[in-house]
């Protein structure tokens, strides 16, 4: 009996930073050309909504210009990003390659679903703008709150487990109970790293470009390398919380686990 116990696996345990790192690197690497197309593709938006703001307008116009329309629609072209993102680091895993079109057009019949959840990112990313007890984290920008206040978690629970957004939800609820703050945390840590790493590589960027680029043209190359920079940089949290989602599963699934 005592060698039939010493040969069962140990049961699953949570992940620390440190691991989910470990977890999400080999992952991302594997598969980093599809992420990236993935990711600047979102990101690209940004210098289209930036050419929307600066048609300005007034009172409720101007809100809706320079918050809420570049809030929205980040948030629900960071959720298509990230369910894409899923597919691909899915199949990475199975040893099967899909592109980031590829990934997107198996998505179709779950879109609806996607968009829901990237809805719901962004009213959340609303209340953390507006908000005084959350209103420093503005800065991070609203990709970066859909990756921590829970929606990649729906999104995971709708492309991994083909999931409604209601069903998703008290899934992602369960996977997450006890869990949350220190999962937030872990989060927060890499989100505030990455924006900072962002925010150094570009201004150095700035610094070799001024002794090249025009003035005319500075501000848009110099958007275009933040894109790029943050296109490299955002799916490596995605890998990690793809990683956290897969331990969470196989921590509260496990015989003797807190239930999901």
Do not use: C
């Not at 005592?2 to 049961?11: H, I």
């Not at 210009?65 to 990230?82: D, F, Y």
């Not at 809805?119 to 953390?128: D, F, G, P, V």
């Not at 083909?162 to 937030?184: C, E, H, I, N, Y």
């Amino acid at each position: 009996m005592a060698s039939e116990r010493s040969d069962e696996a140990p049961p699953p345990v949570p992940l620390g930073l440190v691991g989910l790192l470990r977890e999400g690197w080999p992952l991302y690497r594997s598969r980093f050309s599809s992420l990236f197309a993935l990711f600047v593709a979102a990101y690209a938006l940004i210098a289209i909504l930036s050419l929307v703001e600066a048609a300005g307008g007034e009172g409720a116009t101007r809100v809706l210009l320079e918050l809420i329309l570049p809030i929205s629609v980040q948030a629900l072209a960071g959720s298509l990003a990230t369910a894409a993102a899923i597919v691909v680091l899915r199949d990475a895993q199975a040893a099967r390659y899909t592109g980031a079109a590829s990934a997107l057009a198996g998505l179709r019949p779950r879109w609806k679903e996607v968009a829901a959840a990237g809805l719901l990112a962004a009213m959340l990313s609303l209340l953390a703008y507006i908000l005084p007890p959350f209103s420093f984290l503005a800065a991070l920008g609203p990709s970066f709150f859909a990756m921590l206040y829970g929606p990649p978690m729906l999104v995971h629970a709708i492309v991994l487990e083909d999931k409604t957004l209601q069903q998703a939800g008290p899934r992602a609820r369960a996977l997450l109970s006890r869990q949350w703050a220190r999962l937030v945390l872990y989060l927060l840590v890499m989100a505030v790293g990455a924006w900072v790493f962002a925010g150094v590589v570009t201004s150095l960027a700035g610094r070799l470009l001024q002794l090249f680029v025009p003035d005319e043209a500075f501000d848009p190359t110099l958007l275009v390398v933040y894109l790029l920079v943050l296109g490299a940089l955002v799916p490596f949290l995605v890998a990690t919380v793809y990683a956290a989602f897969l331990n969470l599963r196989a921590v509260k699934d496990a015989p003797g686990g807190a239930p999901a």
